[in-house]
């Protein structure tokens, strides 16, 4: 049930928006307190708007975790930037996340560029503050990058770092004040709109991504063929596609040891947003050049995403 919001109640939906691994996803999952998006040290993990939800006494935030702006090198790239840019105008607040461990460049003033035709208000967070460099010049040179884009567009700015929590406060704080009034857009114990199925496959892609590295970057999709629940067990039957035999024999490894450490730990991911038990069987099917075929992209679940 969706209760009447009380006075003075706040209420919206942010996009968090930035380049590729500039700690997104990390960032909305500490807001709102539980892991909703995968997240992995390689760029253009997020491939999916998720929603994530913060509710609190005085306000309801609908966090948009949107995939990482870059330049695209196939068909799958170029849905992903799509939807980030078309969540630009789709939302009561943008985000704008850069990374304050490295100097302001031109996929960051890229970005910029579209938010300042925007009418959407922005707020600039520079995360990664636990890495700025040590070395006092370097540091301002890169504060100095950052405040000069702000106070250009006169847009507010928060020096935080997602991973230590530093600054996530004030951080918090400014979000909500920057929204209108208003009421529950979902009930207070949601923390995503997105089916457990979702998250399911994203929990096994997100092992892929910490497990295989370099070597099986973003070549991969997840289906989920079977989910049966039952009294004391939940049975996973999901495939993982691949563009190329040798990527197949990477994920399965010597003896089917890289698949095993994979379900695994998948697994014991998967238990935790079930709480039960799961038993979760793994294949992997070779699909040639899947994310520059626009039909295969369909059957994944890859499309430009209306609003």
Same mark, same amino acid.
């Not at 993990?45 to 609908?62: E, H, M, S, V």
């Not at 998948?266 to 793994?282: F, S, W």
């Given at each position: 049930? %969706? $209760? ?14 930035? *380049?590729?691994? /500039? ?5 909305? =999952?500490?807001?709102? &307190? ?23 006494? #005085?306000?309801? %935030? ?36 850069? #990374?304050?461990?490295? $100097?302001?460049?031109?996929? #960051? ?17 520079? =995360? ?15 504060? =100095? ?8 567009? *006169? ?13 996530? #406060? ?10 209108? @009034? ?8 949601? +923390?995503?709109?997105? $089916?457990? *199925?979702?998250? !399911?496959?994203?929990? %096994? ?27 004391? +067990? ?5 495939? /993982?596609?691949?563009?190329? $035999? ?6 399965? &490894?010597?003896?089917?040891?890289? !698949? ?9 991911? %998967? ?17 040639? =050049? ?9 059957? @994944?679940?890859?499309? /430009?995403?209306?609003?």
């Amino acid at each position: 049930m %969706i $209760p009447e919001s009380p006075p003075g109640f706040r209420s919206g939906f942010i996009a968090l928006i930035g *380049r590729p691994n /500039v700690g997104k996803s990390t960032l909305m =999952n500490q807001l709102i &307190g539980q892991k909703v998006s995968i997240t992995s040290p390689l760029a253009q993990t997020t491939r999916n708007r998720l929603r994530g939800i913060l509710t609190r006494p #005085d306000a309801q %935030i609908i966090f948009v975790d949107t995939p990482g702006i870059h330049k695209p090198h196939h068909s799958l790239g170029e849905i992903l930037v799509k939807n980030a840019i078309a969540s630009i105008n789709a939302v009561d607040l943008v985000l704008f996340v850069v #990374d304050g461990s490295t $100097p302001l460049g031109k996929g #960051d003033q890229f970005i910029e560029t579209i938010l300042a035709k925007s009418k959407t208000p922005v707020i600039l967070g520079v =995360n990664k503050a636990d890495l700025m460099p040590e070395d006092p010049q370097k540091r301002v040179a890169i504060e =100095n990058g950052y405040g000069a884009i702000a106070a250009a567009n *006169r847009w507010p700015i928060h020096t935080f770092s997602a991973v230590t929590e530093v600054g996530l #406060d004030p951080l918090l704080t400014q979000l909500i004040q920057s929204l209108d @009034l208003g009421p529950y857009y979902y009930p207070p114990d949601l +923390i995503t709109d997105q $089916p457990e *199925r979702f998250i !399911m496959g994203e929990l %096994i892609r997100e092992q892929i991504l910490a497990l295989t590295r370099e070597e099986v970057p973003h070549s991969v999709a997840i289906t989920l063929d079977r989910v049966e629940e039952e009294d004391k +067990i939940t049975r996973i039957l999901a495939t /993982v596609h691949v563009e190329r $035999p040798s990527q197949k024999a990477i994920l399965i &490894g010597k003896n089917g040891s890289m !698949m095993k450490e994979i379900g695994t730990q998948a697994r014991q991911q %998967i238990q935790k947003l079930v709480m039960g038990k799961v038993y979760l069987e793994l294949f992997v099917k070779v699909q040639a =050049n899947w994310r520059q075929s626009n039909l295969r992209l369909l059957e @994944l679940g890859y499309r /430009v995403e209306r609003d």
